[in-house]
Nanobody, 115 residues
Framework: QVQLVESGGGLVQAGGSLRLSCAASGSIFSRSAQGWFRQAPGKQRELVAAITSGGVINYADSVKGRFTISRDNAKNTVYLQMNSLKPEDTAVYYC?????????WGQGTQVTVSS
């Protein structure tokens, strides 16, 4: 029913920037909550940033002041702008949308930050 397609990952040096995009198919985007998660090797998946359908935003402490979540409802797309990247940000990043009790996940995109 709903497909999420992620893009924007890659390899950057410490201090650089990337913008991740997650485009959703279907008509449920505007009434869903969206979020970005990441998972590093040997680590549990963690919430990075989230935005509710009403626009309330939360960030993990580790990314506050550096990452920004935003969305464009006309394009059914949620973004994660990542600035001042650090090697510890290296992980696979996943987008997720939630409507009611239904969860939809993107395929994941690799972000690698070199020293």
């Amino acid at each position: 029913q709903v497909q999420l397609v992620e893009s924007g990952g890659g390899l950057v040096q410490a201090g650089g920037s990337l913008r991740l995009s997650c485009a959703a198919s279907g008509s449920i985007f505007s009434r869903s909550a969206q979020g970005w998660f990441r998972q590093a090797p040997g680590k549990q998946r963690e919430l990075v940033a989230a935005i509710t359908s009403g626009g309330v935003i939360n960030y993990a402490d580790s990314v506050k002041g550096r990452f920004t979540i935003s969305r464009d409802n006309a394009k059914n797309t949620v973004y994660l702008q990542m600035n001042s990247l650090k090697p510890e940000d290296t992980a696979v990043y996943y987008c997720r949308i939630v409507i009611g009790m239904i969860y939809y996940w993107g395929q994941g995109t690799q972000v690698t930050v070199s020293s």
